[in-house]
């Protein structure tokens, strides 16, 4: 994991003082309240429904177990003992006041973490594949390029104050698993013909009102020019982009509106004059950083592991936890441990203070004190001994943290909605345990297999429902809450977005229709075939026939 | 005009708080000052807005309720999540005493 | 209007002309871009140094051919959170070398003076109630930065290369 250096350190001591003082300046009179709202927004801090909210940053995704201590901390001295892992891989607590806040960051820049542009107009934490590292077909480890772009995005004093939010993801292998076609900038680590490494830079992309899939305005950039090739990019947002209407001041607005070979004219012209002035990225700098995430030393280990296997063999419920929730490592004998933070009748990605104790604590026991989040709400360990599984199975099991149930119709990602947002128009929440009631029996589950649910209780769509292979999107009509159900989102390389499959339901139809989406899926599917590709080859008509049909 | 009431935030605490008779804010909806007459809003909006200029709270604005033997209800749902606390933890916010 | 250059208050010399307005004969005067689109070539014998004002959807590239005729540009904030002028700023300072002021007007607030001063503004119009000592504030918040700019500031790269050097 990335180490701060003094300047790391100074920047993030020094932004925690400029928000103590911000602070004292708002409640003396010497900022109004318009004034102040975009400078605590770019501090994380939010007014919702029921208090302030503080996002923190979690940087591409990736704890240590002190730090996730130090959360849990937070949570039980400021918050009421839980926190809630959002779609961006970042954590949100829901009960902060404005008068605690500056010790709050005083208390993250302890442990090298902050609440840095976790909102506002401005570059938004990079997220990346929770895998990195650990997963095997890598052409890099995305996370030192995370890292990079983190610092260069922070105070970056051209572009704080864009025309709207910039959210950037990156990926070094396939199948994406950072959604990198969802994002302003998206980029995927890539070899070019000579066998460099570099990046395929997409621009474009979003969710929200208007979805809209980025497209490629660079195939490849080599390594020493992201920062100023990017900064190209972020220059011609920030000087076309539309101010005067939230609801189109996107980047993705911008590409649209210019056609991509317009805007990629603009980027390259602007590129071309601006090289030499751009942000360095020397070599030097990248083997820096990427020297925090060398590998761990692995122990050769021989495989098959018996006494994995013999845990396995004897015991159904960690063998099914160890088919749904544990993914492939790439050094033989380790595997990648997901905790589900979706049991049923649970909220989904929240934890409490006591859990996120037990998970640092198994971080350390079992996968080298780091844990990551996942812009689906769960958490791994990435890096745990198969011949250790069982023992942590059994751990994460008193803490309610072994819901076998990764990518399955019950790992619901839904966004806080109207129980806790001011923006939300109906509750996404309850949504999600009436379908994790309704689909509980874990057989019935793995036979429907990965399946990708996600909920959001409004437009600005924080539960990437455009992107679910089933999408439930919650409005108010006439005051009631209605829920609009979509098909066919995806947020791997082969990005799509959801086709609306009718009228809306009520929150209590809404499990039903459901089922009789499953119900068309197992009908039509063939071996093995997933929903999403079912949905894929037969098209929306026969689901939306079975969903309305009379009676 | 239908009963209405002032609602904001507690700019330090971030808590919904509800504009009372006297001009004081309470963290209990039934504390409120329910308005139906111009005369009695203008007056309550002056007392909301000059809290918010004193910056004692923040994101003020009338909201409708209806009143049964003294109990103040939010007509909208969303006003009535405010007021009560998130209906997937019972044990947190307004409606469990726990702030 | 207090306007801060060099770490001061330093007096106004500069006349803002309306665009329907005379000119004066002489002296230092700021001009819309619409004027001076309309009428720089009669200005061309005018006694006196020019200044203009951009508008914040304003190309740079508009005036590139002219900078050397001005000894000022003023660069506006409509809205505190409006950041185009960073840019402009930047465009101005770095890519087309103007040595001239560029100077920050509009809604300056002292939590952007450090930003634009990276920029390349080194001229602030601040609102009338502000102090210098909220300037020097606003100057002192940050010791670190990880971009280069347009200043002299020395960003993390560099000094983390230099450390690395001495090894």
């Known amino acids: ?551 | 005009m239908t009963a209405q009431i002032f609602n904001a935030n507690d700019i330090l605490s971030g808590r919904v708080v509800y504009l009372t008779k006297a001009g004081d804010w309470s963290e209990r909806i039934d504390d409120a000052a329910v308005f139906e007459a111009p005369d009695d809003e203008a007056r309550l909006k002056a007392l909301a807005e000059a809290a918010f200029e004193a910056r004692r709270v923040v994101d003020v604005y009338p909201m409708e309720v209806s009143v049964e033997n003294g109990a103040i209800r939010p007509r909208v749902y969303r006003e009535r999540v405010r007021a009560e606390g998130p209906s997937v933890r019972t044990d947190l916010g307004k409606q469990a005493g726990n702030l | ?167």
């Open chain 1, 1 to 551: 994991m990335y180490q701060y250096d003094a300047i790391d350190q100074r920047l993030v001591d020094e932004r925690a003082a400029q928000f103590r003082e911000q602070v004292r300046r708002r409640l003396a009179g010497e900022l109004t309240d318009l004034e102040f709202k975009p400078l605590r927004l770019m501090n994380g801090l939010y007014l919702q429904l029921h208090a302030y909210m503080l996002r923190i940053a979690i940087p591409y995704g990736t704890l240590s177990s002190r730090q996730m201590r130090r959360l849990a901390e937070i949570g039980r001295r400021y918050d009421k003992d839980y926190g809630h892992f959002t779609t961006r891989q970042n954590i949100q607590f829901n009960w902060i006041k404005l008068e605690n806040t500056p010790d709050i960051l005083d208390a993250l820049a302890e442990v090298e973490m902050h609440a840095i542009q976790t909102s506002g107009n401005c570059i938004r934490n990079v997220t990346a594949d929770q895998y990195a590292g650990v997963v095997a077909g890598e052409v890099e480890d995305p996370r030192i390029y995370a890292e990079v772009l983190r610092q260069w995005s922070t105070l970056h004093p051209e572009f704080s104050f864009l025309p709207r939010k910039f959210k950037i993801a990156i990926s070094g292998a396939f199948p994406d698993r950072a959604a990198v076609k969802t994002h302003d900038i998206g980029l995927f680590i890539k070899r070019n013909g000579k066998g460099e490494v570099g990046f395929e830079v997409l621009a474009g992309g979003g969710q929200g009102r208007t979805p809209v899939i980025a497209q490629t305005v660079r195939d490849f950039v080599p390594k020493a020019e992201l920062l100023a090739y990017l900064e190209s990019i972020m220059r011609v947002y920030n000087l076309m982009g539309r101010r005067d209407n939230i609801y189109k001041a996107r980047i993705k607005i911008l590409v649209q509106s210019l056609g991509i070979e317009k805007f990629r004219a603009l980027v390259e012209e602007d590129y071309a004059a601006s090289r030499d002035s751009g942000s360095p990225l020397p070599d030097a700098e990248i083997a820096r950083i990427a020297a925090f995430f060398m590998p761990p030393a692995y122990e050769r280990i021989e495989t098959p592991v018996r006494a994995f296997e013999a845990a396995r063999f004897e015991n159904r419920e960690f063998a099914r936890w160890v088919q749904n929730n544990v993914v492939a490592h790439k050094r033989p004998g380790y595997a990648i441990a997901v905790v589900s933070l979706k049991p049923e009748g649970g909220v989904p990605g929240d934890a409490s203070s006591d859990q996120m104790d037990a998970i640092a604590d198994l971080a350390d026991e079992f996968s080298g004190g780091e844990v990551r989040v996942t812009h689906e709400q769960n958490l791994v360990l990435p890096n745990v001994r198969q011949d250790a599984l069982h023992a942590l199975w059994q751990k994460l099991s008193k803490h309610g943290l072994a819901t076998p149930n990764l990518n399955l119709i019950t790992d619901i990602i839904a966004c806080p909605g109207l129980d806790y947002c001011a923006l939300a128009n109906a509750r996404s929440i309850p949504i999600a345990q009436r379908i994790q009631e309704r689909f509980a029996d874990r057989e019935r589950q793995e036979l429907l297999g990965e399946l990708r649910i996600k909920i959001s209780g409004c437009i600005n769509a924080c539960g990437h429902h455009h992107v679910g292979h089933i999408g439930i999107l919650g409005v108010d009509k006439q005051g009631e809450e209605f829920y609009q159900l979509s098909l066919g989102g995806s947020a791997d390389e082969n990005a799509s977005v959801g086709k609306i499959l009718g009228k809306g339901f009520p929150a209590e139809q809404v499990p039903d229709a459901i089922e009789k989406l499953i119900a068309t899926y197992l009908d039509h599917r063939t071996d093995g075939e997933k929903f999403i590709d079912t949905y894929r080859r037969i098209g929306i008509e026969p689901f939306k026939e079975r969903v309305y049909a009379a009676g």
């Open chain 3, 1 to 167: 209007m207090p306007l801060v250059k060099h770490g001061a208050f330093v007096a106004n010399e500069w006349v803002e002309v309306a665009d329907d307005a005379a000119l004066p004969s002489d002296g230092a005067v700021i001009l819309s871009l619409k004027r001076w689109q309309a009428e720089r070539d009669a200005l061309a014998g005018r006694n006196g140094k020019f200044g203009i004002r951009l508008p914040a959807d304003a190309d740079p590239a508009v005036i590139r051919a002219d900078l050397d005729r001005f000894a000022l540009i003023v660069l506006e904030f409509p809205k505190f959170n409006d950041g185009r002028a960073f840019s402009q700023a930047r465009i101005l300072r770095q890519r087309y070398g103007f040595a001239g002021e560029i100077r920050a007007a509009g809604h300056v607030i002292r939590d952007l003076l450090l930003f634009m001063a990276r920029c390349g503004f080194d001229a602030f119009q601040l609102a009338p109630e502000r102090t210098l000592d909220d300037w020097r504030a606003a100057m002192r918040e940050f010791s670190v930065w990880y971009q280069p700019a347009a200043d002299a500031r020395v960003p993390a790269s560099e000094l983390r290369h230099r450390a690395l050097a001495a090894q």
